[in-house]
Protein backbone atom coordinates (compact mmCIF):
# COMPACT_ATOMS: atom_id res chain seq x y z
CA UNK A 1 0.00 0.00 0.00
CA UNK A 2 1.39 3.28 -1.18
CA UNK A 3 1.99 5.98 2.14
CA UNK A 4 -0.44 8.42 1.84
CA UNK A 5 0.25 11.88 0.59
CA UNK A 6 2.34 14.21 2.59
CA UNK A 7 0.62 17.63 2.58
CA UNK A 8 2.75 20.56 1.27
CA UNK A 9 4.32 22.47 4.74
CA UNK A 10 2.74 26.20 5.04
CA UNK A 11 4.25 28.86 3.41
CA UNK A 12 5.92 31.88 5.18
CA UNK A 13 3.42 34.05 3.59
CA UNK A 14 0.36 31.36 4.83
CA UNK A 15 2.02 31.11 8.08
CA UNK A 16 2.25 34.69 8.66
CA UNK A 17 -1.37 35.28 6.99
CA UNK A 18 -2.73 32.38 9.76
CA UNK A 19 -0.23 34.24 12.21
CA UNK A 20 -1.93 37.48 11.78
CA UNK A 21 -5.59 36.16 11.52
CA UNK A 22 -5.39 34.58 15.15
CA UNK A 23 -3.98 37.55 16.38
CA UNK A 24 -6.42 40.06 15.47
CA UNK A 25 -8.68 37.81 16.05
CA UNK A 26 -8.02 38.40 19.64
CA UNK A 27 -8.60 41.85 19.93
CA UNK A 28 -4.95 42.96 19.21
CA UNK A 29 -3.84 42.96 23.06
CA UNK A 30 -0.68 44.19 23.73
CA UNK A 31 1.20 41.09 24.35
CA UNK A 32 -0.45 39.78 20.87
CA UNK A 33 0.88 42.53 19.34
CA UNK A 34 4.19 42.13 20.24
CA UNK A 35 4.12 38.43 18.95
CA UNK A 36 2.29 39.72 15.35
CA UNK A 37 4.69 42.36 14.56
CA UNK A 38 7.57 40.38 15.75
CA UNK A 39 6.79 37.99 13.29
CA UNK A 40 6.42 40.84 10.43
CA UNK A 41 9.96 41.94 11.47
CA UNK A 42 11.35 38.17 11.46
CA UNK A 43 10.68 38.29 7.54
CA UNK A 44 12.58 41.20 7.05
CA UNK A 45 15.71 38.78 7.03
CA UNK A 46 19.54 40.89 5.90
CA UNK A 47 19.14 44.21 4.54
CA UNK A 48 21.34 47.51 3.98
CA UNK A 49 19.12 49.50 5.87
CA UNK A 50 21.06 51.71 8.78
CA UNK A 51 18.78 52.17 11.82
CA UNK A 52 19.68 54.81 14.26
CA UNK A 53 17.84 53.84 17.38
CA UNK A 54 16.58 55.53 20.13
CA UNK A 55 17.00 59.21 19.31
CA UNK A 56 15.26 61.58 21.51
CA UNK A 57 13.00 64.39 20.38
CA UNK A 58 11.32 65.01 23.22
CA UNK A 59 13.68 64.97 26.78
CA UNK A 60 10.97 65.97 29.14
CA UNK A 61 8.84 63.62 27.98
CA UNK A 62 11.41 60.89 27.32
CA UNK A 63 10.04 59.85 23.90
CA UNK A 64 12.21 58.80 21.49
CA UNK A 65 12.13 57.93 17.25
CA UNK A 66 14.06 55.76 15.29
CA UNK A 67 15.54 56.76 11.56
CA UNK A 68 16.36 54.26 8.71
CA UNK A 69 17.69 55.01 5.72
CA UNK A 70 19.61 53.52 3.23
CA UNK A 71 23.59 54.06 3.34
CA UNK A 72 24.70 57.54 1.13
CA UNK A 73 21.38 58.36 1.33
CA UNK A 74 21.27 62.85 0.40
CA UNK A 75 18.74 64.97 -0.07
CA UNK A 76 15.88 62.02 -0.18
CA UNK A 77 12.50 62.69 0.51
CA UNK A 78 11.32 61.95 4.03
CA UNK A 79 8.47 60.05 5.66
CA UNK A 80 7.18 60.44 9.50
CA UNK A 81 5.40 57.13 9.92
CA UNK A 82 2.89 57.25 12.77
CA UNK A 83 1.44 53.95 13.83
CA UNK A 84 -2.06 53.20 14.72
CA UNK A 85 -3.46 51.67 18.04
CA UNK A 86 -6.37 53.21 18.94
CA UNK A 87 -4.67 55.90 20.30
CA UNK A 88 -4.32 53.75 23.06
CA UNK A 89 -1.04 51.26 21.91
CA UNK A 90 1.96 50.46 20.03
CA UNK A 91 5.77 50.50 20.06
CA UNK A 92 7.97 52.09 17.44
CA UNK A 93 10.23 49.03 17.43
CA UNK A 94 7.00 47.13 16.08
CA UNK A 95 6.95 48.69 12.57
CA UNK A 96 11.00 48.09 11.85
CA UNK A 97 9.61 45.93 8.84
CA UNK A 98 7.61 48.45 7.28
CA UNK A 99 10.22 51.36 7.65
CA UNK A 100 12.80 49.74 6.11
CA UNK A 101 10.41 48.63 3.39
CA UNK A 102 10.34 52.09 2.80
CA UNK A 103 13.80 52.63 3.29
CA UNK A 104 14.68 50.41 0.83
CA UNK A 105 12.87 52.65 -1.83
CA UNK A 106 15.33 55.02 -1.11
CA UNK A 107 13.13 57.34 1.50
CA UNK A 108 14.17 58.64 5.05
CA UNK A 109 11.90 56.97 7.62
CA UNK A 110 11.44 58.32 11.26
CA UNK A 111 8.66 56.37 13.26
CA UNK A 112 8.60 57.96 16.79
CA UNK A 113 6.83 56.89 19.60
CA UNK A 114 3.97 58.95 21.40
CA UNK A 115 2.02 59.27 24.61
CA UNK A 116 -1.18 57.36 24.20
CA UNK A 117 -4.32 57.36 26.75
CA UNK A 118 -5.13 57.28 29.15
CA UNK A 119 -1.71 59.31 29.85
CA UNK A 120 -2.90 61.67 27.83
CA UNK A 121 -5.36 62.90 25.54
CA UNK A 122 -6.23 64.61 22.21
CA UNK A 123 -3.80 67.14 23.21
CA UNK A 124 -1.34 65.11 24.73
CA UNK A 125 -0.56 62.79 21.41
CA UNK A 126 -1.15 65.71 19.25
CA UNK A 127 2.06 67.82 20.60
CA UNK A 128 3.99 64.98 20.66
CA UNK A 129 3.32 64.14 16.95
CA UNK A 130 4.22 68.05 16.29
CA UNK A 131 7.24 67.53 18.41
CA UNK A 132 8.05 64.51 15.83
CA UNK A 133 7.49 66.29 12.83
CA UNK A 134 9.70 69.45 14.08
CA UNK A 135 12.38 67.42 15.04
CA UNK A 136 12.73 65.69 11.87
CA UNK A 137 12.67 69.00 10.01
CA UNK A 138 14.72 70.75 11.90
CA UNK A 139 17.70 67.16 11.56
CA UNK A 140 16.53 65.78 8.45
CA UNK A 141 19.53 66.66 6.51
CA UNK A 142 21.54 64.99 9.33
CA UNK A 143 20.27 61.62 8.07
CA UNK A 144 20.74 62.41 4.41
CA UNK A 145 16.76 63.75 4.05
CA UNK A 146 15.64 66.85 2.32
CA UNK A 147 13.37 69.07 5.22
CA UNK A 148 11.58 70.51 2.14
CA UNK A 149 10.24 67.25 1.10
CA UNK A 150 9.12 65.89 4.35
CA UNK A 151 5.77 64.01 4.29
CA UNK A 152 3.13 62.52 7.31
CA UNK A 153 2.22 58.87 6.98
CA UNK A 154 0.00 56.68 9.04
CA UNK A 155 -2.00 54.01 9.87
CA UNK A 156 -5.22 53.87 11.83
CA UNK A 157 -4.87 55.71 14.59
CA UNK A 158 -1.27 57.04 13.00
CA UNK A 159 -3.46 58.50 10.01
CA UNK A 160 -5.84 60.52 12.14
CA UNK A 161 -2.58 61.91 13.48
CA UNK A 162 -0.77 62.58 10.48
CA UNK A 163 -4.21 64.10 8.98
CA UNK A 164 -5.04 66.15 11.71
CA UNK A 165 -1.49 67.88 11.57
CA UNK A 166 -2.05 68.62 7.70
CA UNK A 167 -5.55 70.17 8.80
CA UNK A 168 -5.50 71.94 11.96
CA UNK A 169 -2.50 74.24 11.78
CA UNK A 170 -2.73 74.81 15.59
CA UNK A 171 -0.21 72.26 15.88
CA UNK A 172 2.21 72.67 13.46
CA UNK A 173 1.92 76.32 14.37
CA UNK A 174 2.71 75.60 18.14
CA UNK A 175 6.43 74.42 16.88
CA UNK A 176 6.99 76.59 14.46
CA UNK A 177 5.82 75.47 11.83
CA UNK A 178 2.98 74.95 9.11
CA UNK A 179 1.33 72.05 7.36
CA UNK A 180 2.16 73.55 4.00
CA UNK A 181 5.47 73.01 4.76
CA UNK A 182 4.89 69.18 4.66
CA UNK A 183 5.20 67.74 1.01
CA UNK A 184 2.33 65.62 1.58
CA UNK A 185 0.08 63.16 3.86
CA UNK A 186 -0.77 59.58 3.07
CA UNK A 187 -2.90 57.97 4.85
CA UNK A 188 -4.12 54.59 5.70
CA UNK A 189 -7.42 53.46 6.75
CA UNK A 190 -7.56 56.56 8.65
CA UNK A 191 -10.53 57.71 10.91
CA UNK A 192 -10.95 61.37 9.53
CA UNK A 193 -14.40 61.55 9.80
CA UNK A 194 -16.18 59.56 12.74
CA UNK A 195 -18.55 61.21 15.01
CA UNK A 196 -20.99 60.80 17.12
CA UNK A 197 -18.92 58.92 19.16
CA UNK A 198 -20.05 56.13 21.42
CA UNK A 199 -16.90 54.12 23.23
CA UNK A 200 -16.54 55.54 26.67
CA UNK A 201 -13.18 55.78 26.05
CA UNK A 202 -12.85 57.93 22.63
CA UNK A 203 -15.24 60.11 24.59
CA UNK A 204 -13.15 60.81 27.42
CA UNK A 205 -9.64 60.63 24.68
CA UNK A 206 -11.67 63.66 22.76
CA UNK A 207 -14.10 64.81 25.10
CA UNK A 208 -17.74 64.81 26.13
CA UNK A 209 -19.20 67.16 23.96
CA UNK A 210 -20.12 67.58 20.37
CA UNK A 211 -17.56 70.72 20.19
CA UNK A 212 -14.86 69.15 22.02
CA UNK A 213 -15.11 66.36 19.89
CA UNK A 214 -15.29 68.15 16.23
CA UNK A 215 -11.67 69.34 17.51
CA UNK A 216 -10.55 65.87 16.75
CA UNK A 217 -12.06 65.56 13.05
CA UNK A 218 -9.84 66.22 10.14
CA UNK A 219 -12.31 67.14 7.44
CA UNK A 220 -13.48 69.63 9.73
CA UNK A 221 -10.16 71.74 9.90
CA UNK A 222 -10.11 71.88 5.65
CA UNK A 223 -9.86 75.36 4.41
CA UNK A 224 -7.29 75.37 1.40
CA UNK A 225 -3.79 75.63 3.55
CA UNK A 226 -3.38 71.70 3.13
CA UNK A 227 -0.92 69.43 1.43
CA UNK A 228 -1.44 66.99 -0.87
CA UNK A 229 -2.86 64.18 0.05
CA UNK A 230 -3.06 60.46 -1.04
CA UNK A 231 -5.98 58.56 0.85
CA UNK A 232 -5.59 54.59 0.92
CA UNK A 233 -8.57 52.51 2.46
CA UNK A 234 -9.64 48.57 2.03
CA UNK A 235 -12.95 48.06 0.80
CA UNK A 236 -14.12 45.76 2.91
CA UNK A 237 -12.31 47.76 6.40
CA UNK A 238 -15.05 46.85 9.12
CA UNK A 239 -13.29 49.09 12.10
CA UNK A 240 -12.95 52.24 9.80
CA UNK A 241 -15.06 52.47 7.34
CA UNK A 242 -14.28 54.04 3.84
CA UNK A 243 -16.53 56.85 3.95
CA UNK A 244 -13.55 58.66 6.03
CA UNK A 245 -11.66 59.00 3.60
CA UNK A 246 -14.43 60.12 1.03
CA UNK A 247 -15.89 62.71 3.37
CA UNK A 248 -11.90 63.74 3.66
CA UNK A 249 -11.52 63.81 0.11
CA UNK A 250 -14.93 65.64 -0.61
CA UNK A 251 -13.64 68.47 1.74
CA UNK A 252 -10.54 68.86 0.58
CA UNK A 253 -11.71 68.73 -3.36
CA UNK A 254 -14.37 71.31 -2.49
CA UNK A 255 -11.17 73.99 -1.65
CA UNK A 256 -9.39 72.72 -4.71
CA UNK A 257 -6.62 71.00 -2.81
CA UNK A 258 -4.55 67.98 -4.15
CA UNK A 259 -6.46 64.58 -3.17
CA UNK A 260 -5.88 60.94 -4.78
CA UNK A 261 -8.11 58.64 -2.90
CA UNK A 262 -7.31 54.65 -3.24
CA UNK A 263 -9.63 51.93 -2.96
CA UNK A 264 -8.01 48.59 -2.70
CA UNK A 265 -10.78 45.42 -3.15
CA UNK A 266 -11.20 42.95 -0.46
CA UNK A 267 -8.62 44.64 1.67
CA UNK A 268 -9.68 44.78 5.01
CA UNK A 269 -8.00 47.11 8.03
CA UNK A 270 -4.60 45.68 8.93
CA UNK A 271 -4.33 43.88 5.22
CA UNK A 272 -3.61 47.24 3.77
CA UNK A 273 -0.94 47.57 6.50
CA UNK A 274 0.14 44.53 6.19
CA UNK A 275 0.56 44.47 2.88
CA UNK A 276 3.81 46.88 2.73
CA UNK A 277 5.61 43.59 3.94
CA UNK A 278 7.37 41.52 1.69
CA UNK A 279 5.27 38.80 2.57
CA UNK A 280 2.06 40.03 2.26
CA UNK A 281 3.04 42.22 -0.79
CA UNK A 282 0.65 40.87 -3.49
CA UNK A 283 -2.70 42.05 -1.93
CA UNK A 284 -2.47 45.47 -2.62
CA UNK A 285 0.70 47.58 -4.32
CA UNK A 286 0.29 50.39 -1.41
CA UNK A 287 4.06 50.47 -1.09
CA UNK A 288 4.09 51.22 -4.96
CA UNK A 289 1.24 53.72 -4.68
CA UNK A 290 3.18 55.48 -1.38
CA UNK A 291 6.49 56.05 -3.55
CA UNK A 292 4.70 57.22 -6.83
CA UNK A 293 3.09 59.78 -5.02
CA UNK A 294 6.04 60.82 -2.82
CA UNK A 295 7.89 61.25 -6.66
CA UNK A 296 4.65 63.10 -7.82
CA UNK A 297 4.88 65.30 -4.76
CA UNK A 298 8.70 66.04 -4.76
CA UNK A 299 8.81 69.23 -2.51
CA UNK A 300 6.66 71.38 -0.31
CA UNK A 301 4.87 74.58 -2.05
CA UNK A 302 5.59 76.53 0.88
CA UNK A 303 8.35 76.77 3.38
CA UNK A 304 8.02 79.82 4.69
CA UNK A 305 7.05 79.48 8.93
CA UNK A 306 4.70 81.48 10.53
CA UNK A 307 5.35 85.10 11.80
CA UNK A 308 4.83 84.24 15.43
CA UNK A 309 4.74 80.50 16.98
CA UNK A 310 5.03 79.68 20.45
CA UNK A 311 6.02 76.40 22.26
CA UNK A 312 2.99 73.59 22.95
Same mark, same amino acid.
Given at each position: ???????????????? +????ALL???????????? +???????????????? @?????? %???????????? +????????? $?????????????? @?????????????? +?????????????????GFM??????????????????? %??????? *???????????????????????????????????????????????PDF?? *???????????? @????? $??????? *???? @???????????????????????????? $????? %???????????????????????????????????????????????
Amino acid at each position: MSPAPRRPSATPHRRL +LATAALLLGSSLLTGCQAV +LFGSLNATTGKTDVVV @QRDVTY %DPAHQLALDVYR +LPGTARAPV $VVFFYGGSWKSGKR @QWYRWAAEALAKRG +LVVVVPDYRKWPQVRLDGFMQDAARAVAWTHAHASDYGG %DPASLFV *MGHSAGAHIGALLATDAHWLNAVGMQPRQLAGFIGLAGPYDFLPLKDPDFID *MFGTTHDAQLRS @QPMYF $VNGDEPP *MLLM @QGSTDKIVWPRNAESLARALRKENEPVE $VKLYP %DIGHFAILFSISKPLRDKAPVIQDVVQFIHEHPRATSVAAPAEASAP
